[in-house]
């Protein structure tokens, strides 16, 4: 079990869990002769999965079956049948992205390839609407990035880019975290994790008072060591707390959220490394006539950082309106734009070091989009995003999408697109002399993207998605070696150009009424090389480390109402450029209702490697553990 000393509330929490857990046991043994039948609304068929509205395709409610874009579902019952305890862990149930955890504490996660530590900075990652993308280093610390998953209503993750509604850094792919509302979590509930790695308890309570529907939650989990390759602990035992609020109020005219986090997370070594962080979002949205209604956000983000190789502090204050409209029978305008303001403040240790210890740094937008409606089967949408940033200034992100709904069960769809990764801080200021100068002049790396794809039901029984795609990338960075006399041996450059191809297939197919398979398959193909003159000295880092293919098969069963059954494979191609060998991992489930209030479960991870790289480099690379968690669910 995960060492538990000297963890001070950590410690308390798992203290509690397993009193509860004691209890769900003593709950189990009486509750298991009068086990009730009881029904689960989560539990839907094939054709109600193809309805589910998405909002992250087009800025609007619409369902799955139509929206143009290569976009994957992840349901919070996919999340609790799982068995997953973190938000990064439940993203591997998206066949479109690549997942590798590198430690205790550390995932690097990607969309159509550069899936490494220095690579994976080109996915934008919402969570209710709010960026948690790192303007230090370009992409998503995912060690800071908790809630309580059983609050998770669905997660929308889109391949391909996404800039001209979400802007920058939406290059290879959007991730879309979104909660359930206040309204749907009145009552109370408890879960935990007890596990040869990680122990987790959680617990909220809900309800509404003066018409207003309220929630609040406590998380708080220990992660225990990953494994050296000589089989001593490396020691990233990780500790994190965290808590949130959501409110909500709504009429037919007016609705109000206003929702928040703050956590605090510390590794148990002897360095002393922390995080933490709060956060509020406050959404407004009224309709108007038979438009599309006006909603305001606004957030406030302060995160904390302090560790051996920096501390750093990022202060973000966002605010963006939207609205639509129609015009006429045919076009229906969706409008809107942004503004927002960064504050950051790094203290890198000799011998690296930043140009400018603190910065303000500015970003405002304006995007406008047309959907254009030219016969009940055939749509176009015409769109852009025009972004100025205090770094690179103008930005403009097109996008043109067509659309073709031969009926209600296909869909074909064909996308052109550009978006931008702009330069992060450390792209433009990291100095080391006289190894490394700062690169001032360094640009945003660019995107044009061709994408082809279908979605429809192949039987009432069957779902199936394909969408192919071709990348040209521009300017990706470098670590670039310098001529004699520049005054360092090397500066980060735009040095290097190319393209990727690949295919992503995913379908689900219902044996029977109460078994379902779903799988996904994943190919990509990587062209990429250096401008004329530029050699590079860190060895392609920036091209990451990607498998040529990866497959899922998953098997969900529920053979009685007390009783479900689910089964994960999934086969990780070889990561070549790392020197990771393709590897094959099963998870399995086994969950019980006890009765209407206690829900027990029993999860195996990795029962096929006793331990196995998935990331890092090889002078510092961990090992990723099999473990077993046993778990419950007590609603109140």
Request: glycine share 10%; no cysteine.
């Amino acid at each position: 079990m995960a060492d538990s000393a000297g963890r001070g509330p950590v410690s308390r929490g798992i203290a509690t869990y397993k009193y509860w857990l004691a209890a769900g046991a003593a709950l189990l043994v009486e509750g298991a002769a009068r086990a009730a039948v009881i029904e689960d609304l989560t539990q839907l068929s094939i054709e109600e999965l193809a309805n589910i509205e998405v909002t992250s395709v087009s800025k609007k409610a619409e369902p799955l079956s139509a929206a143009p874009a290569a976009i994957y579902v992840i349901t919070g019952d996919d999340i609790r049948r799982s068995g997953v305890t973190s938000v990064p862990e439940a993203l591997r149930l998206a066949p479109n992205l690549e997942v590798a955890r590198l430690d205790a504490l550390s995932h690097t996660i990607s969309a159509r390839g550069f899936n490494s530590t220095e690579a994976s900075n080109k996915l934008l990652v919402l969570v209710d609407g709010r960026s948690v993308y790192s303007p230090l280093h370009s992409g998503v610390l995912w060690d800071a990035q908790d809630m309580m998953l059983e609050d998770i209503e669905r997660i929308e993750v889109i391949g391909g880019p996404g800039g001209t509604l979400w802007g920058a850094n939406a290059v290879n792919g959007v991730i879309n975290i979104i909660s359930k509302p206040a309204s749907a979590t009145h009552g109370g509930l408890i879960t935990g994790n007890y596990g040869t790695i990680d122990d987790t308890i959680a617990g909220r309570f809900g309800g509404q008072a003066g018409g207003v529907d309220y929630r609040l939650y406590a998380k708080a989990f220990q992660r225990d060591h990953s494994r050296n390759p000589d089989g001593t602990n490396h020691i990233d035992a990780w500790d994190h707390v965290q808590g949130g609020f959501n409110f909500g109020y709504g009429d037919d005219t007016n609705q109000f959220t206003l929702h928040g986090d703050a956590y605090t997370g510390s590794l148990d070594a002897a360095v002393g490394d922390e995080t933490s962080g709060k956060n509020a979002v406050f959404t407004w949205s009224r309709a108007i006539g038979t438009s599309l209604p006006i909603r305001v956000q606004a957030y406030y983000d302060r995160t904390h950082r302090n560790q051996s190789v920096l501390t750093e502090t990022v202060k973000t204050a966002d605010i963006e309106v939207q609205h639509g409209f129609d015009i006429g029978t045919q076009n229906q305008i969706i409008w809107g734009g942004g503004y927002r303001s960064v504050h950051d403040t790094y203290d890198v240790p000799p011998p690296f070091g930043v140009v400018t210890k603190s910065a303000h740094r500015q970003l405002a937008n304006a995007f406008v989009q047309d959907e254009l409606t030219l016969s009940p089967t055939f749509k176009a949408t015409a769109g852009i995003k025009i972004e100025h940033h205090t770094a690179t200034g103008f930005e403009f992100l097109p996008n043109l999408r067509l659309s073709w709904r031969p009926s209600e069960t296909m869909l074909w769809w064909a996308a052109a697109s550009q978006a931008v990764r702009t330069p992060s801080r450390l792209d433009r200021e990291l100095v080391a002399l006289p190894i490394l100068i700062p690169a001032p002049n360094f640009d945003s790396e660019t995107l044009t993207a061709y994408e082809l794809g279908y979605r429809g039901e192949l039987a009432p029984s069957f779902t199936l998605s394909i969408s192919t795609f071709y990348n040209e990338y521009d300017g990706l960075r470098t670590t670039s070696l310098l001529p004699p006399g520049a005054g360092a041996l090397a500066q980060l450059q735009n040095g290097m150009d190319g393209h990727t191809y690949g295919a992503e297939i995913w379908g689900q197919y219902a044996l029977t009424e109460f078994w379902r398979l779903s799988g996904g398959l994943m190919i990509l193909r990587k062209r990429l090389g250096f401008k004329p003159g530029v050699i590079d000295a860190s060895n392609m880092q920036a091209a990451g480390n990607d498998p040529g293919h990866q497959v899922q098969l998953r098997s969900i069963m529920t053979p009685l109402p007390e009783l479900e059954f689910d089964v994960g494979l999934r086969v990780i191609g070889e990561l070549r450029s790392a020197g990771i060998p393709s590897y094959t991992e099963i998870d399995a489930r086994v969950g019980l209702h006890i009765s209407e209030h206690l829900d027990f479960n029993v999860t195996a991870f990795n029962l096929v490697n006793k331990v196995h790289p998935e990331g890092g480099p090889v002078n510092t690379r961990r090992l990723i553990r099999r473990s077993v968690n046993a778990g419950f669910a007590y609603r109140f």
